[in-house]
């Protein structure tokens, strides 16, 4: 599986960005796609997944700011952020999982200044 994340950047406390990652290779280790960020000097945690049949899980730090959508025709996942606070800053990896093991895509850097 390959994923390949675009998106991201620096914005103002507030505004919203769009992350966007594309998916190719075995369609069962896409099952699940999703993202995940890491913030300097923490680990890396779930920011929200989604399934093939539309099933979304989300971390509570990112509930009712973030939301995640597919389009499985095209193997894609989007996370639109809105609301953006500064702890929200982190590297933001795509990721897919067919239920075993995780494969990730490069990170994307956000950065959210107060």
């Known amino acids: 599986v390959q994923l390949q994340a675009s998106g991201g950047g620096s914005v103002q406390a507030g505004e919203s960005l769009q992350l966007s990652c594309a998916g190719s290779?075995?369609?069962?280790?896409?099952?699940?796609m999703g993202w995940h960020r890491q913030a300097p000097d923490k680990q890396r945690e779930m920011v929200a997944t989604?399934?093939?049949?539309?099933?979304?899980n989300y971390a509570d730090s990112v509930k009712g700011r973030f939301t995640i959508s597919r389009d499985n025709a095209k193997n894609t996942v989007h996370l639109q952020m809105n609301s953006l606070k500064p702890e929200d800053t982190a590297v933001y990896y795509c990721?897919?999982?067919?239920?075993?093991?995780?494969?990730w895509g490069q990170g994307t850097l956000v950065t959210v200044s107060s």
């Open positions: 990721a897919a999982t067919g239920g075993y093991t995780w494969s």
């Open positions: 290779g075995s369609s069962f280790r896409l099952k699940v």
């Open positions: 989604i399934t093939r049949d539309g099933s979304t």
